[in-house]
């Protein structure tokens, strides 16, 4: 900023000034002091204008970095809840599965007992007639020898 550089050219002078004697005053050429007043004068709106300027952009990024931390934290979140979702939908399809797994094993044994049961029954049956038919060949082959 250029009223800084002024201002230290400013305190130069005053430091290479004479002083009076028996006293710690200065002098000063006027001319000098209304130079630099003049100097300031013209530099200062510039300078506070960089100033605003610097504070704008300053407020605008803070600002900037606001939202975007704002978007990061909501993408996060987001990205967050669909992971849980998509862990929760995994987790309801594997308790799905295996408890449609469970009930297809307990029908299929089911069904293997009503089979077996079932076979057996008829090889039951077929004894039995056999039975019948090896005592019906059995009488009749009394009946030819007495016969």
Known sequence: MEVINIINKFE???EEASTLP???????????????LEEIRCH????????????????KILADTKAE???ILLDTQET???MVADHEIVRIA?????????????????????AKQYASGIL???????????????????????F
């Open 44 to 59: 200062l709106p510039e300078d506070i204008k960089k100033a605003k300027w610097i504070q704008d952009e300053r407020t």
């Open 80 to 82: 967050v809840t669909q």
């Open 12 to 14: 130069d002078a005053m």
């Open 124 to 146: 039951d049956e077929m004894q039995h007639k056999l039975q019948m038919k090896l005592e019906e060949i059995e009488k009749n082959k009394r009946e030819l020898e007495n």
């Open 69 to 71: 931390r704002e978007r």
């Open 94 to 114: 594997q308790e799905d599965a295996r408890q449609k797994i469970e009930e297809a094993t307990e029908k299929a044994m089911r069904i293997e007992s009503g």
């Open 22 to 36: 028996f006293s710690s005053k200065k002098i000063i050429d006027k001319d000098l002091i209304e130079a630099f």
